[in-house]
């Protein structure tokens, strides 16, 4: 008899529970929704395969839960230096600033924290200094030229608030061949210029949503 009023009770209870559940408000503890809603989002890091750092900045419009498209601009450098026997040696530095426009999706994994994937393509605007030294001629110029970028990111976001966020992400970049117009007092002349391709780096930054 005992055993059958606890069996009740304990029945009665998980009746009650269940319907208490039914009424409960569960979307606190569901990600927000930013849909209709713009960001910015900044990021910085270094490419591995270069040892050089990077910017990306990306002013975005958030079109539902998942979807969202920018406006993208980042900043790279590069520098190397070369020697062909003892009479030939060359140093580069360029600097490039992409503009673009991509697209990213986000995955919520936990109410403060999504994973997302993005893409990105535009052009490259380079800017090249170079110290050219062959047998008793001596260059030391600049030069500019332009390329393709295209790119591919992904990554983590953490919710501080409604505004602001953390970020982290992998990041693949690829920058086509491009000419550099050289020009000085005494010289004009291009040169075909073989990027690193394939760049790889990591980043963190912050977004914030308006």
Excluded at 59 to 70: A, C, M, N, R, V
């Amino acid at each position: 008899m005992k055993k059958n009023s606890i069996i009740s009770l304990s029945a009665v209870a998980l009746l009650a529970a269940s319907a208490q559940a039914k009424d409960l408000d569960h979307s606190a503890y569901l990600p927000a929704d930013d849909a209709g809603r713009s960001y910015v989002t900044v990021t910085g890091g270094s490419m591995l395969d270069i040892e050089e750092p990077y910017i990306v900045a990306n002013f975005g419009y958030q079109i539902d839960e998942i979807s969202s498209f920018s406006l993208q601009a980042f900043y790279l450098k590069d520098s190397f230096y070369k020697v062909e026997y003892a009479h030939f040696e060359d140093f580069y530095e360029e600097q490039y600033l992409g503009l673009g426009a991509g697209y990213r999706a986000s995955f919520s994994v936990t109410e403060r924290a999504s994973l997302y994937l993005g893409a990105s393509a535009g052009i490259v605007f380079i800017s090249s200094d170079l110290n050219w030294k062959d047998y008793d001629t001596y260059i030391n110029t600049k030069g500019d030229g332009t390329s393709f970028y295209a790119d591919a990111v992904a990554g983590i976001e953490y919710k501080l608030t409604d505004h602001l966020s953390l970020n982290a992400a992998a990041r693949f970049i690829y920058i086509n061949d491009y000419n550099v117009k050289y020009r000085d007092s005494e010289y004009e002349f291009k040169i075909e210029h073989y990027t690193a391709g394939d760049l790889f780096g990591l980043e963190a930054g912050l977004t914030y949503r308006f």
